[in-house]
């Protein structure tokens, strides 16, 4: 509807002018990076590995693992995974809230209509002729031009910085519990190997000392064994014998975990290759300290809610002075509906109204202490997370690094321990040694290779925390 009415238009454009003017002003402090001091590299990094090659970080997670079932797994949790889920959900509140609070800095519009029709007593406060009619009809049509809080202390602009925030907040949080969904997945995947290998590992011994146990008690019948070496043997068959039972329940178990991660009942996992045949990459480079804080999903979370916090701050000041609002109105009135749209029926209003705080007995102050305050307190978790994210990586380096080393050693032990063992059998079968030696030699064994499996696991395992540590995994 057009306003043509010249002092209503001349109003509304004295209203527009004065907006423009004053909605340039915004209190409270404008949002700048705290300083954080970057080390030149990652404490572990190695050295053969220039600091600024590009980050493992940069690979989607299908390039970092590279076994198809696990691929699999991860991409079914990704879809059906609860927190996740709960995740995006959060983000869509977030970003509706944006909406709401933005909305806010625009005018309201609307429009109302009314009709209403009374019979009026002829004996009530107001005589009424003989021959009138005592039925009267009102009705009105109008349209609220617009009812508008004028900005200029920037509380609305400083509320929707803090919501925005809050929006990119909960979506770098979203993206962090993708990080660590991916890990987690592919941490109970390894786990499950691991557990695959190591009952594999008992089955095997189990059927060997199995049989050595057979051959004692033939050499006790014959008089040429004793009944140490047949209790000696059979303590190592019920060593075997209760490891099998417990990977299983590990396996089982571990398997459940995966289950829940993918949003499942229970149920068995398939694999697509052994613990022993998972690739790693040739070189983890580590890349800049500097890009882990555009990277790395729980440091910009907590950027957000420092951004947010700042923001709160400005909202917090405007409180301290005048609330102006603009409200008009343009319509029609009358007494009879027919005549309604016609002669000098319209009705405009224009009302600016100021709401000016004189006394809250400290709550104004208490609020912008309290905003402060919670900078303050978003400032140190911002920092502290950056710190965690410097300490996490090096953590991971480390543990790489060393376990990668560890893994070598073992694998030098148990074919060490695998040929003492074939020796100190022979030497046993050719009667030039005792039992106790082979015995010994087959527990040493047993125990070496059940090690090397979990170091070979704690290898993969350190891969998957230090791509999770630099911020890999939520690429999408």
């Given at each position: 509807?057009?306003?043509?009415?010249?002092?209503m238009?001349k109003?509304?454009?004295?209203?527009?002018?004065?907006?423009?003017?004053?909605?340039?002003?915004?209190?409270?402090?404008?949002?700048r990076?705290?300083?954080?001091?970057?080390p030149?590299?990652?404490?572990?990094a190695?050295?053969?590995?220039?600091?600024?090659?590009?980050s493992?970080?940069?690979?989607?997670?299908?390039?970092v693992?590279?076994d198809?079932q696990?691929?699999?797994?991860?991409?079914?949790?990704?879809q059906q995974?609860?927190?996740?889920?709960?995740a995006?959900?959060?983000?869509?509140?977030?970003r509706?809230?944006?909406?709401?609070t933005?909305a806010?800095?625009?005018?309201?519009?609307?429009v109302g209509?009314?009709?209403s029709?009374?019979?009026?007593?002829?004996q009530?406060?107001?005589?009424?002729?003989?021959?009138?009619?005592?039925?009267?009809?009102?009705?009105?049509?109008?349209?609220?031009?617009?009812?508008?809080?004028i900005?200029?202390?920037?509380r609305?602009?400083?509320?929707?910085e803090?919501?925005?925030?809050?929006?990119?907040?909960?979506d770098?949080?979203?993206?962090?519990?993708?990080?660590?969904?991916?890990?987690?997945?592919?941490?109970?995947?390894?786990?499950?190997?691991e557990?695959?290998?190591?009952?594999?590992?008992?089955?095997?011994?189990?059927?060997?000392?199995?049989e050595?146990?057979?051959?004692?008690?033939?050499?006790?019948?014959?008089?040429?064994?004793?009944?140490l070496?047949?209790?000696?043997?059979e303590?190592?068959?019920?060593?075997?014998?209760?490891?099998?039972?417990?990977?299983?329940?590990?396996?089982?178990?571990?398997?459940?975990?995966?289950?829940?991660?993918?949003?499942?009942?229970?149920?068995s996992?398939?694999?697509?290759?052994?613990?022993?045949e998972?690739?790693?990459?040739p070189?983890?480079p580590?890349?800049?300290?500097?890009?882990?804080?555009?990277r790395?999903?729980?440091?910009?979370?907590?950027?957000?809610?420092?951004?947010a916090?700042?923001?709160?701050?400005?909202v917090a000041?405007?409180?301290?002075?005048?609330q102006?609002?603009?409200?008009?109105?343009?319509?029609?009135?009358?007494?009879?509906?027919?005549?309604?749209?016609?002669?000098?029926?319209?009705?405009?209003?224009?009302?600016?109204q100021i709401?000016?705080?004189?006394?809250?007995?400290?709550?104004?102050?208490?609020?912008?202490?309290?905003?402060e305050?919670?900078?303050?307190?978003?400032?140190a978790q911002?920092?502290?997370?950056?710190?965690?994210?410097?300490?996490?990586?090096s953590d991971?380096?480390?543990q790489?690094?060393?376990?990668?080393?560890?893994?070598?050693?073992?694998e030098?032990?148990?074919?060490?321990?695998q040929?003492r063992?074939?020796?100190?059998y022979?030497r046993?079968?050719?009667?030039v040694?005792?039992m106790?030696?082979?015995?010994?030699?087959?527990?040493?064994l047993?125990v070496a290779?059940?090690?090397?499996?979990?170091?070979?696991?704690?290898?993969l395992l350190?891969?998957?925390q230090?791509?999770k540590?630099?911020?890999?995994?939520?690429q999408?």
């Amino acid at each position: 509807m057009m306003i043509r009415h010249p002092e209503m238009k001349k109003r509304a454009s004295v209203a527009a002018a004065l907006i423009l003017l004053l909605s340039g002003c915004m209190l409270g402090p404008d949002y700048r990076r705290p300083a954080v001091t970057t080390p030149d590299a990652f404490r572990g990094a190695s050295a053969a590995i220039p600091p600024d090659k590009q980050s493992i970080a940069e690979l989607k997670w299908f390039e970092v693992f590279q076994d198809e079932q696990l691929q699999e797994l991860i991409r079914t949790a990704l879809q059906q995974n609860y927190d996740l889920r709960d995740a995006v959900a959060r983000v869509d509140a977030a970003r509706a809230n944006l909406g709401i609070t933005q909305a806010d800095q625009y005018p309201n519009f609307g429009v109302g209509a009314d009709v209403s029709s009374i019979e009026l007593s002829r004996q009530g406060q107001f005589t009424i002729p003989r021959g009138t009619s005592r039925q009267r009809t009102f009705g009105s049509v109008f349209l609220n031009l617009f009812t508008f809080e004028i900005d200029i202390w920037g509380r609305l602009r400083r509320a929707t910085e803090a919501a925005r925030a809050d929006l990119l907040g909960a979506d770098w949080t979203r993206k962090a519990v993708v990080t660590t969904l991916i890990s987690d997945v592919a941490t109970a995947y390894f786990s499950l190997l691991e557990f695959d290998m190591e009952l594999e590992i008992a089955k095997n011994t189990l059927a060997t000392r199995a049989e050595s146990l057979r051959l004692i008690r033939l050499q006790l019948q014959g008089g040429v064994g004793t009944l140490l070496d047949v209790r000696q043997g059979e303590q190592l068959v019920y060593t075997a014998a209760v490891s099998i039972p417990d990977a299983e329940r590990q396996i089982e178990q571990t398997e459940n975990q995966i289950s829940f991660l993918l949003g499942r009942n229970p149920e068995s996992i398939s694999r697509s290759h052994l613990l022993t045949e998972q690739q790693t990459p040739p070189e983890v480079p580590a890349g800049l300290p500097s890009k882990l804080l555009e990277r790395r999903p729980d440091i910009q979370a907590a950027e957000q809610n420092l951004v947010a916090a700042n923001a709160i701050i400005g909202v917090a000041k405007a409180a301290y002075f005048p609330q102006i609002t603009l409200t008009g109105e343009f319509g029609y009135q009358s007494t009879a509906l027919a005549n309604l749209f016609s002669g000098s029926r319209r009705i405009w209003s224009f009302i600016p109204q100021i709401t000016q705080p004189i006394f809250e007995g400290g709550r104004i102050t208490s609020g912008v202490e309290l905003a402060e305050a919670q900078q303050r307190s978003a400032l140190a978790q911002y920092e502290g997370a950056v710190q965690a994210g410097f300490r996490d990586v090096s953590d991971a380096l480390v543990q790489y690094q060393r376990v990668k080393e560890i893994r070598a050693q073992r694998e030098l032990l148990v074919t060490a321990l695998q040929d003492r063992k074939r020796l100190a059998y022979l030497r046993y079968r050719g009667g030039v040694d005792t039992m106790l030696n082979a015995l010994q030699a087959d527990q040493d064994l047993f125990v070496a290779e059940v090690s090397l499996a979990q170091t070979r696991r704690d290898e993969l395992l350190s891969l998957v925390q230090l791509y999770k540590a630099l911020g890999g995994g939520w690429q999408e």
